[in-house]
């Protein structure tokens, strides 16, 4: 199950870059035919914005997968695995219990969307169900990785988080 979360979430950051690379094409479109052919569009503000949104959310499970969070280590660990383990089960409690939290609220505020019809005030109008679905997908994704790493995290020969935090990078 460990290793479908974590190839669930290498698919996403992909997608996510995919995505990002999007956003710099739809932009470059848009300068150039609003600069040079005086005709923007009307699309590519709220679509690389709807992009931007999914792209974020979908690779937040990957950078916790590889240890890219940005840390601010308090309490030095170095030279204390027991110690590292401990925080870092901590900050995944913490990290697994806010991710729920997003997920269970934007849950609802899309279910609430669907019911309601609500659009977007631009003009094209787009159903806010498909950015607000980005909210619970990526936390999700984010709490299952975060349980994934966890369960790594103490697993007999685990800690694997001590070799990407032996530089002083990842961890609590």
């Known amino acids: 199950m460990i290793r479908i979360i974590d190839r669930i979430s290498t698919w996403m950051a992909r997608l996510s870059a995919w995505m990002f690379f999007a956003i710099g094409l739809m932009v470059t479109w848009e300068v150039v035919t609003r600069k040079v052919f005086n005709s923007p569009t009307i699309w590519v503000d709220e679509t690389a914005r709807f992009f931007q949104v999914w792209a974020v959310y979908l690779a937040a499970a990957?950078?916790?997968?590889?240890?890219?969070?940005?840390?601010?280590?308090?309490?030095?660990?170095?030279?204390?695995?027991?110690?590292?383990?401990?925080?870092?089960?901590?900050t995944l409690a913490i990290i697994?219990?806010?991710?729920?939290?997003?997920?269970?609220?934007?849950?609802?505020?899309?279910?609430?969307?669907?019911?309601?019809?609500?659009?977007?005030?631009?003009?094209?109008?787009v159903p806010k169900w498909m950015t607000e679905s980005s909210i619970p997908a990526g936390f999700g994704l984010l709490l299952a990785q975060a349980?994934?790493?966890?369960?790594?995290?103490?697993r007999p020969g685990g800690g694997a988080i001590d070799n990407h935090a032996s530089g002083g990078e990842g961890g609590a």
Do not use: C
């Not at 950078?63 to 383990?85: F, T």
């Not at 934007?106 to 094209?124: A, P, Q, V, W, Y």
């Not at 349980?147 to 103490?154: G, P, S």
């Open 96 to 125: 697994g219990v806010f991710s729920f939290v997003a997920m269970k609220y934007g849950f609802d505020i899309l279910m609430e969307s669907i019911r309601l019809g609500r659009h977007t005030s631009t003009m094209l109008g």
């Open 62 to 90: 990957h950078i916790l997968k590889n240890r890219d969070m940005i840390v601010v280590e308090i309490i030095p660990v170095q030279g204390h695995p027991l110690r590292r383990r401990l925080l870092d089960s901590i």
């Open 147 to 154: 349980i994934a790493e966890f369960v790594k995290l103490w």
